[in-house]
C-alpha cells in the first residue's frame, strides 16, 4: 500500500511536470529571444536587474547571483543586482515613499537606457512590480516579466512576458527559477565561446 503522502508528493511532481512540458512547447522561442537580449545588453556593457516579492524576491536574488558569481561554468562576471536585499534601502523607500514604489526608486536611481530589468510575479498585480515597469520604461530600460495566471496587468506593460501556463503559484515560481536558469545557461555557454 503506498502512503497518502507518498502520493501527494507524486501528484505535486506529476503536475510540474505536466506545466513544464507546456511551458517547453509554448514558450522555448520567448525564452530564447531573452537570452538572445541579454547577451546583447552583455556585450554593451549594460546591466541587469532582478525583482520580485516573497518566493520571487528570493528567486530574483538566485538569479542575480548566478551572473556575478558563475552558473555552470567558470567565466567572467556579469554585473547584476537584484533589487530585493538592501534592507535598509527598502524600508526607508517604504517608510518614506510607500510600499509601491521600492523598486521602482532603484531602478530610478540605478538603471540607465540598454539595461534589463526582470520582474518575478506569479500574479503580475503587485503594484511595487508595475511601479517599477513603468520606471523603467521612462528611462530606456528594457523588461522581461516572468509570470503566471494569465500575465496580470503587468503583461502589458513589459518588453517580453513569459507567462507559465499555470494558476498554481508553486508551480509557476517553479518553473520560472527552471527557465531564468535555461537563459542563464545560454548567456554562459555564449560567453564562454561553448555553443
Request: charged fraction near 20%; glycine fraction near 8%.
Amino acid at each position: 500500500m503506498i502512503s497518502p503522502v507518498v502520493d501527494e508528493v507524486a501528484n505535486h511532481l506529476d503536475g510540474l511536470a505536466h506545466v513544464a512540458t507546456r511551458a517547453a512547447r509554448e514558450l522555448a522561442g520567448e525564452v530564447a529571444e531573452v537570452a538572445e537580449m541579454v547577451l546583447h545588453a552583455i556585450e554593451a556593457g549594460r546591466r541587469l536587474f532582478f525583482c520580485g516579492n516573497g518566493g520571487s524576491a528570493a528567486d530574483a536574488q538566485h538569479l542575480a547571483t548566478e551572473y556575478v558569481v558563475r552558473f555552470r561554468r567558470n567565466r567572467r562576471p556579469v554585473a547584476a543586482v537584484a533589487l530585493t536585499t538592501d534592507t535598509s534601502l527598502l524600508t526607508a523607500a517604504a517608510n518614506d515613499l510607500g510600499f509601491e514604489r521600492v523598486f521602482a526608486r532603484q531602478v530610478q536611481a540605478l538603471a540607465t537606457a540598454g539595461d534589463i530589468l526582470f520582474l518575478h510575479s506569479t500574479s503580475g498585480a503587485s503594484p511595487n512590480l508595475l511601479e517599477a515597469a513603468r520606471a523603467a520604461r521612462t528611462q530606456g530600460v528594457r523588461t522581461v516579466a516572468l509570470l503566471a495566471r494569465g500575465g496580470g496587468a503587468l503583461r502589458s506593460l513589459v518588453d517580453v512576458a513569459i507567462v507559465v501556463p499555470t494558476d498554481d503559484g508553486a508551480h509557476a515560481q517553479e518553473l520560472h527559477l527552471a527557465i531564468g536558469h535555461a537563459i542563464c545557461d545560454v548567456v554562459e555557454s555564449r560567453l564562454m565561446g561553448v555553443e
